[in-house]
């Protein structure tokens, strides 16, 4: 059973910065992609960035790249999500998400942290 743990979340100004890491308990990391997803008040869950478990390819929204950027850690089996210039826009609940390399869709999910920033 995977299981992945979010910390990191907080209250930011805008202009500021953040680091998201997500702890998952996986027995093979580099079979997997991570994810981070995120979550605004009345809005659909989006994609903001993957990386593979092994290393090497990663993915961004646009509305992302260039401010945040992802990467992990795979002896420690945890996965970051470093988000600088941070917007009020960016405020949302933020979600890491695991899938297996040959899967269609992410299909472990955690519980999320909430990310705020002020304007």
């Known amino acids: 059973q995977v299981q992945l743990v979010e910390s990191g979340g907080g209250l930011v100004q805008a202009g500021g910065s953040l680091r998201l890491s997500c702890a998952a308990s996986?027995?093979?990391?580099?079979?997997?992609?991570m994810g981070w997803f995120r979550q605004a008040p009345g809005k659909e869950r989006e994609f903001v960035a993957a990386?593979?478990?092994?290393?090497?390819?990663?993915y961004y929204a646009d509305s992302v790249k260039g401010r945040f950027t992802i990467s992990r850690d795979s002896a420690k089996n945890t996965v970051y999500l470093q988000m600088n210039s941070l917007k009020p826009e960016d405020t949302a609940v933020y979600y890491c998400?695991?899938?297996?390399?040959?899967?269609?869709?992410?299909?472990?999910w955690g519980q999320g942290t909430q990310v705020t920033v002020s304007s």
């Open positions: 990386i593979r478990g092994g290393g090497g390819s990663t």
């Open positions: 996986i027995r093979t990391f580099t079979n997997y992609y």
């Open positions: 998400a695991a899938r297996l390399l040959a899967a269609s869709q992410y299909d472990y």
